[in-house]
Every structure is written in C-alpha cells, then in structure tokens.
C-alpha cells in the first residue's frame, strides 16, 4: 500500500472520528438562536473542521449558482468545507486588500487548490501517483 | 489490485458510518433538552441580552416607493459624481433616506435627516473602506448614468424599499460567547422570535448583523480601522475589545438574486460606523466587512 493510500485511509478515519456527516438536521448553514439544533457553521466549528476566525468555503459544490440545486444536507457537510482565513477564501473570489497590499484573485489552478477541501489532496495522489502530495503537504504546511 | 481487501475495507467503513449515524442521531434533539438552567449563570446572560437589544429594520419592498432603494442608478445631489474605483468604477448598491427610517424611532446615533448611498469597489475588497458610503443632507438629483467599465454582474436591478422594524439580539459570534446553549429561557424572548436571523435574504440597517462566517465582527472592525490584523490564536487585548464597541451596523446588504445581486458565493456586505461619527454626519470614516460562503 503506498504511503498515499495511507494518508487517505488516515484522513477518512480522522474524519470519521470527528463525525464526518452531520445525519441530524437542520442542515442549513445558519440556525436562528432560539433553533433547537445548531446549523452546519456552529456544527463544524464545534467539530473541529473550522479553527477559530477560519471561513468555511463551499470548495467542490458552491452555495449559489449551480449548487443552489444541490441539497443543504449534501453541499454543507464537511466533505464540500474547506476552512481557510479570511485572505485566502477573499482570494478564492476576487482580489483582496491587506494590511493596505492589494492581493490579485487566484488563478484557476490555485482557486482549485487551495479552494477544495484537504481530503481530494491525498485522494489526487492516489490516483495520479505521490509526486502530487509533496507540494501539496507543502504549502498545506505553510498555510498553517 | 487486491479486490477482497477493498471489500473488507468497504464494510469496515459502512461499520463506523453506521456507528456514527447511531451515535449522532442520540446525541442530537430531541434527546437534547433545552430546558433552562436556574442559576446566575442564566440569570446573567439573559440580562446582556436584554441589555444589548438594538432596533433593526428590515429592507422589504417599498409600498410607496420614496427615494430609498437598493440597487439600481443612485439619484445623487447636483455635483456629485459616482465615485472612482481603483479599477474599474464601483458598484452602486443602496441609498437611504435617513429621515424615513429615523421616523421608526430608536436611531438616535444617527444624524435627523441625510441621505447615504453606498458603492461598492471589488478590487479593495478586504480593506476598512472596501464599501464607499457618500453622505448628503442636499436634496437628490435624477438618475445617475453608469459609467462606463462598470462590469454587468456589478449592475444591479432596482427595489424601492420601506422598513420592517424589529428587536435584534446580538449573536454568539458577536457576543463572544456561545447563548445557543441551555443558557436562555427562550419563553422570555417569544417577540424576539419575529426577527429573522435564519437563512432568508436579510438587507438591514442596525441592529446586528447576520454573520455567515465566524468571527467578532465589532472586534474585527476595530483591527481594521487601527490598520493591524487579528492573530487568532492570540487573546484580544482588553483595550480594544472595549474599543470595539463603539461599533454600530449601519447596513447589511445580502445577495439577492432577484436583483442579480451577488456578491461571491451568495455572500453579504457589511458596512459599521461608530455611533459619535454617525451622530455627528460623519459618513468617511466607516469600515466595510465582507463574508461568503
């Protein structure tokens, strides 16, 4: 078994153990206050897949245009959130000002990259071999 | 490849998801009570909250349609121009009569009349002053024309709007601690129940803001205006969490698709203002934060 094969089954299990699909509803991305059950956002903060000030961005299936066909409790779970700060997810979507540098929007490659959520990394390497994973830890690495 | 170690590998995996699902579908409503707990610790969060409730009104569809709007060409006064972007121009995205709304009462950190319109420039998306907002007590003009390089999915259909006036109670993300737990008697908070903080097309003045993302946005606000950046992983100092609450929402613009409004992935524009720069008609000194999904 290569050690991709590895970092996926590792990234399932991780995933499983942090509960990987949230079965109960409301599947919503927000829940009003008074709501019994928390919404998708609070969800996956509480679970851990978004860090403290991290944006969750809808990385395979978008919250509006093609995705508005796609069911809440399919496009909100943790499989489609990739959590990134504020800067990287503004550079998902157009250019993004800080701290007064303005920051030129993603190219497609990147958007691609930095946009989907953690598991297709070592999901890609799999099917296309390691030497896709190294840069991919890589920068993972530096982001964090 | 070695086909009966993907099979057991198969069931093993529908093995732990069927564990999950169990574990999950226990651990969630209605096994979860929100009955209150007795306590001061109750007793202490339902007084902030009814402490920090704050009027909103909701933007809704114009009954008779008066000059506020979103969306559409702004009627800017005689010797305005649409502002310049850094590119390209900026979007024009909502003006406010503020006599109108002040008639709803409870908005006493605003100027008694004025009218704001606000733009919106995408290429400083990110920076305090990403939303432009002009101030003006003249009366408005006709119809400005777009300038020309204003991009087609930054010009937007036109509502008249009228206000809906509600409580608005702060988030947990504002707040900075969590209040969607057994903390709250939520019979006490029956009337805030009108207000909408679900999932629905939310444009508002005042109030608090609907966050789609997580964050304390009065802090945040406070980090941008000083020109420095929130290390999360770092306490907020005392000093500027007490900073931050100068900070009042002045506009919430969601995306609205009947308007072909927007922003990213179905994001929001939000635009703060500190209640003695607004008292005082001092519209420049503004921060605009923005969220997606």
Known sequence: MAASDLALAKGLLTALGKGAVKISGPHVWRTKPWDEAQGMRKWLGEKGYLKPGEHGHHGLAP?????????????????????????????????????????PRFNPVERVWYGTPTWTKPAATSMTGDSVRAPTLAIEGQRR | MNVPGVVIGLGVLFGL??????????????????????????????????????????????KSPGFSK????????????????????????????????????DFDWLPESGRIYLFFDDDRNGAADCGMLLFSQMAPGPETTAPPGLPLNRRFAE???????????????WLGEDWASDDVEWEDFEDFKACDFGDEI?????????????????????????????????????????????????????????????????GMIYVFIRARDAKRGDFSRTVTITQTH
């Not at chain 2, 009569?97 to 009462?105: K, L, N, Q, Y």
């Not at chain 2, 509502?159 to 993300?173: A, E, N, Y």
């Not at chain 2, 020109?227 to 500027?240: A, C, D, H, M």
Request: with cysteine.
């Open chain 2, 70 to 105: 979103i969306g559409g060409l702004p009627e800017l006064p005689p010797g305005v121009s649409w502002p310049e972007g850094d590119r390209e121009p900026p979007a024009f995205v909502a003006q406010i009569d503020i006599a109108t709304f002040r008639a709803h009462g």
């Open chain 1, 63 to 103: 919250q509006n245009g093609w995705g508005k066909a796609v069911p809440d409790f399919i496009k909100n779970q943790p499989w489609n959130i990739k959590g990134l700060d504020a800067v990287t997810h503004g550079r998902i979507h157009g250019p993004y000002t800080v701290d007064g540098v303005k920051l």
């Open chain 2, 202 to 266: 939310e444009h508002r003045i005042g109030g608090y803001p609907s966050e789609l993302q997580n964050g304390q946005m009065a802090v945040a606000c406070e980090y941008l205006w000083r020109g420095e950046t929130q290390n999360y992983r770092e306490p907020v100092p005392e000093s500027l969490r007490l900073a931050a609450r100068q900070w009042r929402l002045l506009l919430q613009i969601d995306s609205d698709p009947a308007l072909n409004m927007n922003w990213w992935d179905s």
């Open chain 2, 17 to 62: 998801c069927l564990a999950i699902f169990v574990l999950e579908t226990f651990r969630q409503a209605p096994f979860r009570s929100r009955s209150a707990l007795p306590g001061p610790e109750n007793y202490r969060l339902r007084s902030r909250l009814r402490r920090m409730t704050r009027p909103t009104l909701l933007l809704i569809p114009a």
């Open chain 2, 159 to 173: 509502r008249r709007v009228g206000f809906m006036k509600f409580p608005s109670l702060p988030s947990s993300d």
